[in-house]
C-alpha cells in the first residue's frame, strides 16, 4: 500500500563517525579475563572502536553530522534544528547538541539533547520527524552519538566486552510527499530499571557511575519488545512484513537480531548488522548501521526500512521509512 502525500520528513543525507583506535576481542583479552572464541559466541562482536582522550561525544557527533551534511548537499546555515540523542553527554549542561551547533557554525537554530540510551535516536528522530510536520522546523539533523566506554566497569567481563564509541546522523527535511517517516511508535517502562542502568548520576551520587546489566533478562524483554514494536509501527504505516526491504535494528548483540527475526519470521538478510564492526555503541547504533548500509549500496531510494531498538529504561521504539 503506497502512503498517501503529506508533509513529511524526508532523509536527505546520512553519515557516521567512529574514534581511531579499533579494538579486537584479543586486544581485549590482554587486559580482561575473556577470550575472542566467548566473546562471538555470546554477542557477534568482533571489533569495537574506542575513544582517544581528545575524542568526545560533541566532536564524534560533529563529524558524523558534517558527512551527513555532506551527502546531503546542503550547508550547516540551512539547518534551523539539532536533536542530539546520547547518554554520555560531554557536560552535565548544557546540551552537548549545543556544542556541535557551535563547531557545526550554524548557531542560532533549536538544539537539544534527548536520554533514552539505546532507544535514544529513536526518540530524537520522533522529536524531529515531528517538529517538521508540525511547521515548526524545515531541516533537522538528527544524531546518536556516544561514548559509551567512559561509564564501563573494565573490570566486569560481562559488559565491558559489549559496548564501543562511535556517532551516526542522518538530515531530515520537510516535504510534500509519499516518501519520508511514516510511522513511528515509542514505549518507556520504567520498572526495569535495575535490569540495564549506571549507577550513578548527577542528582544521586554526585558522579557519572558505571554500568551495570542483567544480560539474560534484557535479552529476554528486547526479543519479545522489539518483535512487538516493529509490527505496531508497521501497521501504523499501513504495510505489512513482505514490504519490509531492510530491518535496522539496534546493534546490542548479534543473538537478539537473529531471535527477533526468527520470531517476525523475517528473512535474516534482510537484518543490517554491524555489530561485529562496532559493538553496542547504544544510540549511536541505529544511524551507523544505516549510514554504513546506505554507503555501502545496500539501501536504495524507494526502499522501505524499519528502524528499531530498546534500552535502559527499558526504551523501545520502530519507525517505518520509506528511504
Not at 104 to 127: E, I, T
Not at 149 to 173: N, Q
Not at 208 to 224: C, Q
Not at 225 to 252: R, T, Y
Amino acid at each position: 500500500m503506497s502512503a498517501v502525500t503529506a508533509r513529511r520528513a524526508v532523509i536527505k543525507g546520512t553519515g557516521s563517525a567512529l574514534p581511531r583506535t579499533k579494538v579486537s576481542n584479543a586486544d581485549l583479552a590482554q587486559k580482561v579475563d575473556t577470550t575472542d572464541e566467548w566473546i562471538v559466541e555470546r554477542t557477534g562482536i568482533k571489533f569495537r572502536h574506542i575513544a582517544e582522550d581528545d575524542e568526545t561525544t560533541s566532536s564524534l557527533a560533529t563529524e558524523a553530522a558534517r558527512r551527513a551534511l555532506e551527502a546531503s548537499g546542503m550547508a550547516a546555515q540551512d539547518i534551523d534544528l539539532i536533536v542530539l540523542a546520547t547518554a554520555t553527554p560531554d557536560q552535565t549542561f548544557p546540551a552537548t547538541a549545543t556544542t556541535v551547533q557551535d563547531q557545526l557554525g550554524c548557531n542560532g537554530c533549536v538544539a537539544f539533547d534527548v536520554a533514552a540510551v539505546c532507544s535514544g535516536f529513536l526518540y530524537a528522530l520522533s522529536v524531529a520527524e515531528s517538529m517538521i510536520r508540525a511547521g515548526s522546523a524545515q531541516n533537522a539533523i538528527v544524531i546518536g552519538a556516544e561514548t559509551f566506554s567512559r561509564i564501563l566497569d573494565w573490570e566486569d567481563r560481562t559488559t565491558c566486552v559489549l559496548f564501543g564509541d562511535g556517532a551516526g546522523a542522518i538530515i531530515l527535511s520537510g516535504e510534500e510527499t509519499d516518501k519520508g517517516v511514516l510511522s513511528t511508535r515509542l514505549h518507556a517502562d520504567g520498572e526495569h530499571n535495575q535490569l540495564l542502568y549506571v549507577d550513578g548520576g548527577a542528582g544521586t551520587t554526585g558522579t557519572v557511575g558505571k554500568l551495570r546489566m542483567k544480560g539474560r533478562e534484557v535479552f529476554r524483554h528486547a526479543v519479545v519488545n522489539l518483535s512487538s514494536v516493529l509490527k505496531e509501527a508497521l501497521d501504523a504505516a499501513g504495510e505489512d512484513m513482505d514490504n519490509i526491504d531492510w530491518v535496522v535494528p539496534h546493534q546490542a548483540n548479534a543473538r537478539i537480531l537473529d531471535a527477533t527475526a526468527k520470531k517476525l519470521k523475517l528473512a535474516p538478510e534482510k537484518v543490517i548488522k554491524t555489530v561485529d564492526q562496532h559493538a553496542n555503541t547504544s544510540a549511536a547504533s541505529v544511524p551507523l548501521a544505516l549510514d554504513t548500509a546506505v554507503r555501502d549500496g545496500r539501501v536504495k531510494a524507494g526502499d522501505l526500512l524499519v528502524l528499531e531498538a530498546m534500552g535502559g529504561g527499558f526504551t523501545w521504539g520502530a519507525s517505518v521509512i520509506r528511504y
